[in-house]
Nanobody, 121 residues
């Protein structure tokens, strides 16, 4: 399995922006081009949910309805990194954000430490 590291979280005011990164470790020896990459989040008191995903089969991507128009997913192949650009952040976006090499929550058997996003005034 590819070792992924999430980063870029922090404290931001409502309406602000953050860019999260999901980077494959150099030691993994794999390019993320071989994998679908999904972003997920778990808010306090709520179930973990999918946020966005970019697949490799047909190059398609999707964004959850709750963040559509505000979040975008992209890849930088040179840096072996997948990004989640988050704009117009709302307090309900507060969660720990994770990435994984799957597009659906139930397909993921192991989660990393994630990165905390807190949206508050």
């Amino acid at each position: 399995q590819v070792q992924l590291v999430e980063s870029g979280g922090g404290l931001v005011q409502p309406g602000g922006s953050l860019r999260l990164s999901c980077a494959a470790s150099v030691a993994s020896g794999f390019s993320l081009d071989y994998y679908a990459i999904g972003w997920f989040r778990q808010a306090p008191g709520k179930e973990r949910e999918g946020v966005a995903c970019h697949s490799t089969g047909d190059g398609s991507s999707y964004v959850a309805d709750s963040v559509k128009g505000r979040f975008t997913i992209s890849r930088d192949n040179a840096k072996n990194t997948v990004y989640l650009q988050m704009n117009s952040l709302k307090p309900e976006d507060t969660a720990v954000y994770y990435c994984a090499t799957f597009c659906h929550v139930r397909e993921v058997s192991s989660w990393g430490q994630g990165t905390q996003v807190t949206v508050s005034s």
